[in-house]
């Protein structure tokens, strides 16, 4: 569904520099895979995304989607693209049924077409009750259900994703799960950005850490947590700054040890044994707390902790 090679998207700012926000990537995303792109800001996700999209040429490299090249058949790929913003832009003056009509309109497709589609997506975005509701009255999970449900009006082969869940309460982004799960055992190819580790474990099959416009690391979730981190982390809990006093210890324990204002992580393949260590040696933390390795203690490791402007 996607093949590139050293893919590159550079660009010019106003002060006259150039920014190099893709900087000569490898992907391969075969059909019905969902496929994940993680990344802090500036990462250069976005920026691949877009690409992918037909929004913006790449600056070099090989691409293509779909078995197409983007730069010639832009529009015989977006025909078969189905692509969710990361900010939802509905017409919010018009009804929910009314936001699926006119969107399927744009593809060429009949109006007894677009209104039967209409309200097989109503009923798979469970907003069938609300179809003669404006827009503009909708809770935040309800715009994000309709704006994937636009998406499919014209049953696309490949699902593009932007951080479909960000803002929503846990109970909308378990429903969202849900619908896109559905898709995906349907055969409709999805890749997504997100800033949720557990977004990432639910939904991939497979995903790539970006940092600086490269890709640091590749695999599934259970494979990037086996190569980058340890089965298990054990938490110590101090009064802010007296962990220090601990750290010497614990880095005779285990290999890697994170320091935070109030807490000690060490990353273990067996936590409750490195706490009888820890104990013996005469560390006495507030509180502790042994739990397995997760998609975040890796994006963590490989891209920092830090913010990046």
């Known amino acids: 569904m996607i093949r590139a090679r050293g893919l590159t998207?550079?660009?010019?700012?106003?002060?006259?520099?150039?920014v190099h926000a893709v900087r000569g990537i490898d992907l391969d995303v075969p059909p019905g895979e969902a496929f994940g792109f993680l990344g802090p800001n500036g990462a250069g996700k976005s920026s691949t995304m877009r690409i992918i999209a037909c929004g913006s040429p790449r600056t070099s490299g090989e691409l293509r989607i779909l078995g197409l090249d983007p730069d010639v058949d832009g529009v015989r790929i977006r025909?078969?693209?189905?692509?969710?913003?990361?900010?939802?832009?509905?017409?919010?003056?018009?009804?929910?049924?009314?936001?699926?009509?006119?969107?399927?309109?744009?593809?060429?497709?009949?109006?007894?077409?677009?209104?039967?589609?209409?309200?097989?997506?109503?009923?798979?975005?469970?907003?069938?009750?609300?179809?003669?509701?404006?827009?503009?009255?909708?809770?935040?999970g309800m715009k994000r259900r309709l704006t994937i449900a636009r998406s499919l009006?014209?049953?696309?082969?490949?699902?593009?994703?932007?951080?479909?869940?960000?803002?929503?309460?846990?109970?909308?982004?378990?429903?969202?799960?849900?619908?896109?799960?559905?898709?995906?055992?349907?055969g409709v190819t999805l890749v997504l950005t997100t800033h949720y580790m557990d977004e990432a474990e639910q939904l991939c099959d497979r995903l790539v850490v970006m940092d600086g416009g490269t890709i640091v690391a590749e695999g599934s979730p259970a494979r990037l947590i086996s190569e980058h981190s340890t089965r298990e982390v054990l938490e110590l809990r101090f009064q802010p700054g007296s962990q220090r006093?601990?750290?010497?210890?614990?880095?005779?324990?285990?290999?890697?040890?994170?320091?935070?204002?109030?807490?000690?992580?060490?990353?273990?393949?067996?936590?409750?044994?490195?706490?009888?260590?820890?104990?013996?040696?005469?560390?006495?933390?507030?509180?502790?707390?042994?739990?397995?390795?997760?998609?975040?203690?890796v994006f963590l490791h490989l891209t920092g902790r830090s913010l990046i402007d």
């Open 245 to 297: 006093d601990a750290e010497p210890i614990a880095l005779e324990l285990v290999e890697r040890v994170e320091v935070l204002p109030d807490r000690l992580l060490l990353y273990t393949q067996d936590g409750d044994e490195t706490l009888v260590q820890a104990h013996a040696r005469g560390v006495r933390p507030l509180s502790t707390l042994v739990r397995r390795s997760t998609l975040e203690d």
């Open 79 to 140: 025909d078969r693209l189905g692509v969710v913003p990361q900010q939802d832009n509905l017409d919010e003056e018009l009804s929910v049924r009314e936001n699926l009509y006119i969107y399927g309109r744009y593809f060429g497709y009949s109006r007894a077409h677009c209104w039967a589609k209409a309200d097989e997506l109503l009923e798979f975005a469970q907003l069938t009750e609300k179809s003669k509701a404006k827009v503009v009255s909708l809770s935040g």
């Open 153 to 186: 009006v014209n049953d696309p082969d490949l699902l593009l994703l932007d951080e479909p869940t960000t803002g929503l309460d846990p109970q909308a982004r378990h429903v969202l799960w849900d619908r896109l799960f559905r898709l995906k055992q349907q």
């Open 9 to 18: 998207k550079s660009f010019e700012v106003k002060s006259g520099a150039t």
